[in-house]
């Protein structure tokens, strides 16, 4: 089960942390992402990490939004400063066993509820 939490309402040039909490997992997930989907758009991925510490960027959010991961609670987090309108979505953090990391949405299998994140203008 992955449940996300720090959505929220912020104007533009601001920050917020997404934590996405991962239980009941006998093992560590290989890659874990974050993937966004604004109204009438496509779900995109915004960057992944994996289990040895990799990291990928959609270039849309390099340089803003630093992924991490707590490997001793499984947690994953992304921090996102700078924020602009365009960021606007609803965030969903993905896990999958497979070796191979991708930031295409159709790599994972497990997806958490996902966090709203607004940013007004």
């Known amino acids: 089960q992955l449940v996300e939490s720090g959505g929220g309402s912020v104007q533009a040039g601001g920050s917020l942390r997404l934590s996405c909490a991962a239980s009941?997992?006998?093992?560590?997930?290989?890659?874990m992402g974050w993937f966004r989907q604004a109204p009438g758009k496509e779900r995109e991925g915004v960057a992944y990490?994996?289990?040895?510490?990799?990291?990928r960027y959609a270039d849309s959010v390099k340089g803003r939004f630093p992924i991490s991961k707590d490997n001793t609670k499984t947690t994953l987090y992304l921090q996102m400063s700078s924020l602009k309108p365009e960021d606007s979505a609803m965030y969903y953090c993905?896990?999958?066993?497979?070796?191979?990391?991708?930031?295409?949405?159709?790599?994972?299998?497990?997806w958490g509820q996902g966090a709203q994140v607004t940013v007004s203008s």
């Open positions: 993905a896990a999958t066993e497979s070796p191979v990391c991708t930031l295409l949405s159709s790599g994972y299998g497990k």
């Open positions: 990490i994996t289990n040895t510490g990799t990291t």
């Open positions: 009941g997992y006998s093992y560590i997930p290989w890659c």
